[in-house]
């Protein structure tokens, strides 16, 4: 069966419609589905080339590997690069719900996303965290993990877009459980590891250094990493998250857990940004996407990276096969 994977194009001011509209669909074992505004993608092409010839998607054909084609949305109104415009908002959201939808229903058997604009979307009045809170949502999933990859790490969180000063009330036993059973199950599921070595990172600085600065690692991330290891699962942890990205352990791990966004992320993004992925786990959909922004600075311009989206549609079609 050739697989058809769903790309949604993302904020139509940034990097996300010319690095979609530019794809070579040659390079990937299985059929491409843009799913965004056809005009904004003929207007982001490398000059010289046009999208006029790009086939709309016909869900009752059936798939071919190297195919690209478009399942148009329409934009509210015109975008133009490197300028956000609230008024797309609900067009982006549109491109995410065909999407999931498409998945849902099996039309597609896995979906990429290119990069929105949080803030723009939360500017049109509507509430959006990310497309991993949004998907959990759409798809009424109980526990998803958001895990970026770069080739010799992974990295998982156990929350996600949550303001700093709130993550030390969202570490609770019962999330930290959850996540690490969903990260766990994952692992093995999708990674074929079947015995995932998962570090803990520590929340404070040291771990806590032994209660004497924060009470968290000792009083609620042991006991849950004991509990779970009782059961054998192979955890390690809490470990000071600044030691912990160091060659000697990252060798004996499959994936690092942090406890919150930027204590991980940017140690992945400075080992591998521009060939890193983002993986949603724990959802009834495979979701995959790049490890970057919109970076609205240099939209329209064609300097951006295309290497993230490749790994990403690489990635999915991985899962999904
Ligand atoms: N998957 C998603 O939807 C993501 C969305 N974002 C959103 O993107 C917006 C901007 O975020 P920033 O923190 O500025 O991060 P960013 O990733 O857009 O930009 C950071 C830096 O990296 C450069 N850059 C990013 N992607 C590149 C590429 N493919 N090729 C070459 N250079 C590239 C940018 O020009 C900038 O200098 C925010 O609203 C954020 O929430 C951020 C990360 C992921
Ligand atoms: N830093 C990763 C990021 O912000 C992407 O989040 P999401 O939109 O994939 O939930």
Not at 50 to 64: G, H, I, K, Y
Not at 202 to 230: F, K, W
Not at 291 to 308: C, N
Request: charged content about 15%; proline content about 7%; glycine content about 8%.
């Amino acid at each position: 069966m050739t697989l058809r994977i769903a790309i949604t194009t993302g904020e139509p001011a940034g990097i996300g419609p010319e690095l979609c509209a530019t794809l070579d669909a040659s390079l990937f074992d299985a059929e491409l589905v843009l799913i965004g505004d056809p005009e904004l993608l003929g207007n982001r092409t490398v000059a010289g080339k046009t999208l006029t010839d790009l086939p709309l998607f016909n869900p009752a054909s059936s798939a071919q590997k190297g195919r690209l084609c478009i399942a148009p949305v329409n934009l509210n109104t015109p975008s133009h690069a490197g300028t956000l415009n609230p008024d797309n908002a609900g067009y982006v959201l549109q491109t995410l719900d065909t999407a999931i939808e498409g998945c849902l229903d099996k039309t597609f058997q896995a979906m990429v996303t290119a990069p929105v604009h949080k803030a723009v979307i939360n500017d049109a009045g509507i509430p959006f965290t990310g497309h991993t809170e949004y998907l959990a949502e759409k798809t009424a999933s109980t526990q998803v993990v958001m895990m970026l990859a770069t080739p010799g790490l992974r990295v998982a969180l156990a929350t996600t877009h949550l303001p700093l000063s709130e993550v030390p009330a969202a570490i609770t036993a019962d999330n930290l459980e959850a996540v690490l059973r969903c990260l766990y199950r994952d692992l093995q599921l999708h990674f074929h590891i079947k015995s995932p070595r998962v570090l803990v990172a520590g929340l404070n600085p040291h771990a806590g250094e032994g209660g004497h600065l924060g009470y968290e690692d000792d009083t609620i991330i042991r006991p849950v990493i004991e509990q779970l290891s009782a059961e054998g699962m192979s955890l390690t942890g809490p470990l000071p998250a600044d030691t912990l990205f160091t060659p000697p352990w990252l060798a004996k791990t499959d994936a690092v857990l942090c406890m919150y966004h930027d204590q991980g992320l940017p140690v992945l993004k400075h080992m591998g940004f521009g060939q890193a992925i983002n993986i949603t786990l724990g959802l009834p959909v495979i979701r995959t996407s790049v490890d970057h922004g919109t970076a609205l600075e240099i939209a329209g311009t064609h300097r951006a990276d295309p290497g993230s989206l490749v790994a990403a549609i690489h990635c999915a079609i991985e899962m999904a096969g």
